[in-house]
């Protein structure tokens, strides 16, 4: 091998060193329903998005497991259980801790650790758009007029917005999908009162 190949794959080699750094995931889970938790990547190929198992752990008798992976920025993950699953945002050198009882995933997800302050974001913001769509469901069981139901919806999102916003400044490296939920909304907001219209046709055609 010439000196400069050998030079070539030496500096090759430090460059990725010197960039990826490792990632880990680690975990307590209560009364877990699955032997194995994954923790995964998505790649497109072909114009396809696959997911890609990065690392999977056994978790032990105490409901412990441990993940890792090699990541030179900030990527999207899937954490995986068997059942459940969780987006997250884990980049170079994150140590993350996660906790939750199988019973209630979201309602008991909490994270610790280098990293986690963006996740608890996230999964904050996941179990609010829950309970938004959760309160406009119960809304449209009894309200019945449709000008009032609409400003209902659009209050709900508006508020949204604001706890994606204040999100966003307090995560600045989220900034980019937190633009992408805040850019989404008037598209959701108007996909929900589609629902309802196609909905009260429905009701009217039966009840004529």
Known sequence: ???????????????????????????????????????????????KRNRVVIDSCVIDENGNFTLEAQFDSLRYVQYFDGREQARMYLGPGDDVHMSYHSAMFDETMSYTGKGADRNNAMARLGLTQEILQLSFNSYKSYQKDTAKL???????????????????????????????????????????????VTELKKQNAIEA
């Open 1 to 47: 091998m010439s000196r400069n190949l050998r030079v070539t794959i030496l500096f090759a080699g430090l460059s990725l060193s010197a960039f990826a750094q490792n990632v880990k995931l680690s975990g307590t889970i209560g009364e877990p329903q699955k032997e194995t938790v994954y923790l995964n990547v998505f790649e497109m190929k072909e114009g």
């Open 150 to 196: 609409f400003k209902g919806l659009e209050e709900m999102y508006a508020n949204y917005s604001k706890a994606l916003e204040h999100a966003k400044t307090a995560n600045p490296d989220l900034t980019n999908e937190l633009e992408k939920r805040i850019a989404s909304i008037d598209k959701e907001v108007g996909r929900q009162k589609e629902m309802v």
